[in-house]
């Protein structure tokens, strides 16, 4: 069964940390996204992925960056948290040119 | 730039009776759009894409959606209701293989 595995279900950290959100896949996907989910907000773009090493910006990238050092990895950083970076990360991972996206499960980050 | 509009924010109908959940999308090209499903606690669920073949989409657990380019509509509808059908619905549009989501629409399903 095809996964994309997010290493943490829930995390709680404070104010001013750094905080690392890890996101695997095992399909040899090419693209790889990440997400943050808020009521009322559905899912917006974060940060994207065509391929090793590339990265492109979403429609909320601010207080964000990313890592992708291997096709599989796609990490997500908040530099400096804030308790307005409180919400549901979501990851997911695709097929280049195939429109069959694969969702993590989520971590849900609480920043106090 | 593309967008997506859900028109409600949460909608409720009875056990055994129709569903309709609306969704009107923005798009420079012509697009790919999607319905997902997340039920409580639970990750997104692909429920029915729309890649420019038949403009009437059949998905998963009798759900359907029609694209509609004059009305620049994708509304998701179900002929009859189930309680398990109770979650958020997400209408999806893609461009350059990026997703952008809607709001969402919360289902109650009424017993």
């Known amino acids: 069964d095809v996964k994309v595995t997010q290493s943490s279900r829930y995390l709680v950290k404070r104010t001013g940390e750094k905080v690392f959100l890890e996101c695997v896949q095992d399909m040899d996907h090419e693209n790889m996204f990440w997400y943050r989910q808020d009521p009322g907000l559905g899912l917006r773009l974060i940060y994207f992925?065509?391929?090793?090493?590339?990265?492109e910006k979403g429609d909320i990238p601010e207080g964000y960056s990313v890592s992708r050092e291997k096709k599989e990895r796609f990490s997500l950083i908040l530099e400096s948290a804030s308790t307005n970076q409180t919400s549901m990360y979501l990851c997911?991972?695709?097929?280049?040119?195939?429109?069959?996206?694969?969702f993590g499960s989520g971590t849900r980050l609480t920043v106090v | 730039a593309q967008s997506v509009t859900q028109l409600d924010s949460h909608v409720s109908v009875s056990e055994g009776t129709p569903v309709l959940l609306r969704c009107n999308y923005s798009s420079s090209y012509s697009p790919s759009l999607f319905w997902y499903v997340q039920h409580p606690n639970k990750g997104l669920q692909l429920l029915l894409k729309y890649t420019s073949a038949a403009t009437l989409v059949k998905g998963i657990n009798g759900f359907e959606a029609e694209f509609k380019k004059s009305e620049t509509s994708f509304h998701l509808t179900k002929p009859s209701a189930h309680m398990s059908d109770a979650a958020e619905y997400f209408c999806?549009?893609?461009?350059?293989?990026?997703?952008?989501f809607g709001t969402g629409t919360r289902l109650t399903i009424i017993p």
């Open positions: 992925s065509y391929d090793v090493k590339m990265k």
């Open positions: 999806v549009v893609t461009e350059r293989e990026k997703l952008t």
């Open positions: 997911a991972s695709s097929q280049q040119g195939f429109f069959g996206y694969t």
